[in-house]
Structure formats: C-alpha cells, structure tokens
C-alpha cells in the first residue's frame, strides 16, 4: 500500500521569497514521484515527476525537487515565487508496476502574498 | 497540445438516479483513468482501464460503478444509483506506461457531480 503525507495544509509566503513544500511517502513497493498543481476551478497539471536517474528534478514554472530515498522525501521547491503561483499543490506517488495509479497527498494550498 | 475533455462541466441529480460521467482522452494514451475528489479532501483513485477492461481499482469503485469505453474515443463513467455521499469532482486522465516516450498522466477539468 502507498501513502503520502503532506504535512503543511497551508502556506503562506511573500513574494519573491523562496519556498519549500513538504511531501513525504511511505510504499511497499518502489514508487514514482510527482507533483500537481491545481489552480481555482481547474484541473490537475503536471508540475514535475521523478522516474529515474538525477534525484533533483526540475519542472514548469520554475519548480524543483528532490528525491531523498533515505528519508522518503520528495519536497518541492522554488527560489522567488510570484503572485500566479498561488494554487494548491498534490504530491503524488505511483508503483512502478501496473496501471501506474496515482495516490495522492492532501494538499498544500501555496498563498502569496504581495 | 493535446487535451482530456470532460462533458458535462457541472451535473446536478437528484438521489437514486443514475448518471453518466463522460471524457475524451487523449488519442495516443492506452491507459485512461477516473479520480475523484470530495470538496476539501484529496484526489481519490476510482479505477484504471487498459485494453478495455478494468486494470485496478479501489475500494471506492463498488458495484455501483462502472466504466466502459463504448467506441474510440470516448470513456465514460457510470454510478448506477447516486448517493449524496457521491457529491465530487470526478477527474478523468489518461496516460501511457511511465517510462515510455509519452508518458505521463494527463488530467481533463473535471465534472463536479451535485447530488441532491
């Protein structure tokens, strides 16, 4: 079975100041990695996934992230975040077997501030 | 860019009736999927579909579900007797294996589901 746990339901930021967004996982079998962003009233949008190889990752928006397979950790990660990037973020995982169902984290709702 | 399209945008019932979920997925994608998502809560795997039949699905998917994809292209969603608890946005999303060139699991916008 998988889990994802999102620690942080809310985060609130200034503009232009770094942010880190927490996700941590637990699996009984190895696992891909990814994260959504989901703005108002829209659907989910593929921020960025880990499937192999270089542990950082980068993705759209000027997203990063890192894979820690030591401490099951997949934290999301941005230097200057802008007033668009204020949405709600999923961290997901995937076995690396079957149908690659995606199981998600709670959420983390990304507020900033101007 | 290709896209996941999801008719209707908002469905309103009434309990005990049925309705019929409806998505387009992406023509090149062999895997399709449904989510969904109870207002403040998570996004929730329902089911996975691959080679027309069902390839997993969760506790959720019971027997008042289910999924059929009737011709090409389209790939619906069935709840045969909605309950109030059934109130969601349902996602569809469709994909190929990771790890392949056009992998990745594409999301439509959603229909939320109302019922009253």
């Known amino acids: 079975a998988q889990s994802v746990t999102q620690l942080d339901s809310q985060v609130p930021v200034f503009e232009e100041a770094p942010v880190e967004l927490r996700c941590n996982y637990s699996s009984s079998v190895s696992v891909y990695l990814f994260w959504y962003v989901q703005y108002p009233n829209q659907g989910l949008q593929l921020l960025l996934k880990?499937?192999?190889?270089?542990?950082l990752v980068k993705g759209i928006n000027g997203f990063e992230a890192e894979f820690n397979k030591s401490q099951t950790s997949f934290h999301l990660r941005k230097p200057s975040v802008h007033i668009s990037d204020t949405a709600e973020y999923f961290c997901a995982v995937s076995p690396q077997t079957g149908a690659n169902n995606l199981f998600f984290g709670t959420g983390t709702r990304l507020t900033v501030i101007p | 860019e290709p896209e996941v399209t999801q008719t209707p945008s908002h469905q309103v019932t009434q309990m005990g009736q049925e309705v019929i979920l409806r998505c387009v997925p992406i023509?090149?994608?062999?895997?399709f999927y449904w989510y969904r998502q109870i207002l403040g809560q998570k996004v929730e795997f329902l089911v996975s579909?691959?080679?027309?039949?069902?390839?997993?699905k969760s506790e959720i998917f019971d027997d008042q579900f289910s999924v059929e994809r009737p011709d090409g292209s389209n790939f619906t969603l069935k709840i045969r007797s909605t309950k109030l608890e059934d109130s969601a946005m349902y996602f569809c999303?469709?994909?190929?294996?990771?790890?392949?060139?056009?992998?990745?699991?594409?999301f439509g916008p959603g229909t939320r589901l109302t019922v009253l």
């Open positions: 999303a469709s994909g190929n294996p990771l790890g392949s060139s056009t992998d990745t699991q594409y």
């Open positions: 579909f691959y080679n027309n039949e069902i390839s997993e």
């Open positions: 880990y499937l192999s190889g270089s542990t």
């Open positions: 023509s090149n994608h062999l895997y």
